[in-house]
């Protein structure tokens, strides 16, 4: 059974620090990997997306990923409080996000000013 | 581009009744996805279509739920005899080939 791991916090960051969010899978198999952010009552909104080992950096926010721990975490850089959500870690099999994704449970970050 | 959109926003319904949702999928996005979420919980996979055609169900998906798509454009989630555990955010994405799903603000099920 896939299974993706989060702790679900809260994580409490003070504004303007690094905030560091991990996630593991279970499936070897998992070729795809999303951070989406979820802000209370709101739908997942796509974050960042990583296929191949290394970091992949977008404004604030780098992804990096380690296949062979099976190891995906989201840094977002000088935190703001407007980053205070649940960020939810997401794989699926497939090379593009084709099949269903499994979602953790999510993490929720509070950006402290 | 006018993202994924879903009706209605909520639902109350008494337990026994049937209810739908439908999804519009963002345009030019042939696949589409329905999820369900609890509280507390990441959204979890329950079915999904490549145009018109459904290409893989949960085993969350009872007998209960059926999904369509009938033209490959908007598609509709049912879900038959509702019981209370059936109270959720029920989600609906969509993507083009190998590229991420992107997410409607959901319709939230609530059973009485």
């Known amino acids: 059974q896939k299974e993706v791991e989060q702790n679900s916090g809260p994580l409490s960051v003070p504004e303007g620090a690094i905030a560091s969010l991990n996630c593991t899978y279970s499936d070897r198999g998992s070729q795809s990997f999303f951070w989406y952010r979820q802000y209370s009552g709101k739908s997942p909104e796509l974050i960042m997306s990583?296929?191949?080992?290394g970091d992949k950096e977008d404004g604030r926010f780098t992804a990096q990923l380690n296949k062979a721990s099976q190891y995906v975490s989201l840094l977002i850089r000088d935190s703001q409080p407007s980053d205070s959500a649940t960020y939810l870690c997401?794989?699926?099999?497939?090379?593009?996000?084709?099949?269903?994704?499994?979602f953790g449970k999510g993490t929720h970050l509070i950006i402290q000013p | 581009d006018t993202g994924v959109s879903q009706n209605p926003r909520h639902k109350i319904t008494k337990r026994g009744q049937n209810v739908t949702f439908r999804c519009d999928p963002i345009?030019?996005?042939?696949?589409l996805y329905w999820y369900r979420q609890t509280l507390g919980q990441g959204p979890e996979f329950l079915t999904y279509?490549?145009?018109?055609?459904?290409?893989?169900k949960s085993r969350l998906l009872s007998d209960r739920f059926s999904a369509e798509r009938p033209k490959g454009s908007f598609s509709t989630l049912e879900i038959q005899r509702t019981e209370q555990g059936d109270s959720a955010m029920y989600l609906c994405?969509?993507?083009?080939?190998?590229?991420?799903?992107?997410f409607g603000d959901g319709t939230r099920l609530s059973i009485l």
């Open positions: 279509f490549q145009n018109e055609a459904q290409l893989e």
């Open positions: 994405a969509s993507s083009l080939a190998n590229q991420p799903q992107h």
């Open positions: 345009s030019e996005h042939n696949r």
């Open positions: 997401a794989v699926n099999l497939s090379g593009g996000g084709a099949d269903g994704l499994t």
């Open positions: 990583i296929y191949s080992n």
